[in-house]
């Protein structure tokens, strides 16, 4: 399969937990993006990384999220003291880098996390 | 104000109609246009790029009006497959991410 992959499909935690979620992109795809999607909205860009390095992260993007990409292949987004208003699914997405990216990303199926 | 906006709908049409969908965006430096589809509970997936001289794909349409920053899609022929949401994607001048709207959502009935 050569599509991006997603782990875990499914995540409940209770509140104040920490969670991580992965995401291993198309692999000659240099480019990585984190999202989230909240019921009856579209995607919500959280931040993007070119290669190991991340370029831009979203004010949405609190100090409880952090995001690595640490050999610029998959990538983790990790949650601390998750709160329900985090309850949402979270999508990663990869894209060929420079004029590639014209071409429109490819998502994951997504990690669906729900905070009790 | 959103950098994209779409009617949410939804919009019930009968099987074989023909569905029209417009998206605005407020950013006039946006260069990439795209239509997505999105299934419940599933991910966004690339339907259409939308380009400058319009294109078709099928019986889907996309169309661009930079001067007034819209986009459309028309889907003829309506078929029960096709009911799903519809994401409207811009991308603005940096490349770095694409900014979606709410998504439109297509109820196709028999």
């Known amino acids: 399969d050569t599509g991006v992959s997603q782990n875990p499909r499914h995540k409940i935690t209770k509140r104040g937990q920490n969670v991580t979620f992965r995401c291993d992109p198309i692999s000659e795809h240099n480019r990585l993006y984190w999202y989230r999607q909240t019921l009856g909205q579209g995607p919500e860009f959280l931040t993007y990384f070119q290669n190991e390095a991340q370029l831009e992260k979203s004010r949405l993007l609190s100090d409880r999220f952090s995001a690595e990409r640490p050999k610029g292949s998959f990538s983790t987004l990790e949650i601390q003291r998750t709160e329900q208003g985090d309850s949402a699914m979270y999508l990663c997405?990869?894209?060929?880098?420079?004029?590639?990216?014209?071409?429109?990303?490819?998502f994951g199926s997504g990690t669906r996390l729900t905070v009790v | 104000r959103k950098e994209v906006e779409q009617d949410p709908g939804p919009f019930n049409v009968p099987e074989g109609a023909t569905v029209a969908f417009n998206c605005t965006y407020s950013?006039?430096?946006?260069?990439?246009f795209f239509w997505y589809r999105q299934d419940c509970r599933k991910e966004p997936k690339l339907l259409m790029s939308v380009y400058s001289s319009g294109n078709e794909d099928g019986r889907f349409t996309a169309q661009l009006n930079r001067a007034s920053q819209y986009i459309s899609l028309l889907i003829r022929d309506s078929k029960l497959s096709d009911s799903a949401t519809y994401l409207c994607v811009v991308n603005l001048y940096n490349f770095n991410k694409f900014y979606f709207g709410s998504g439109t959502k297509l109820n196709v009935k028999p």
């Open positions: 950013n006039s430096a946006s260069q990439s």
């Open positions: 997405a990869s894209s060929p880098g420079g004029q590639g990216v014209r071409r429109g990303y490819t």
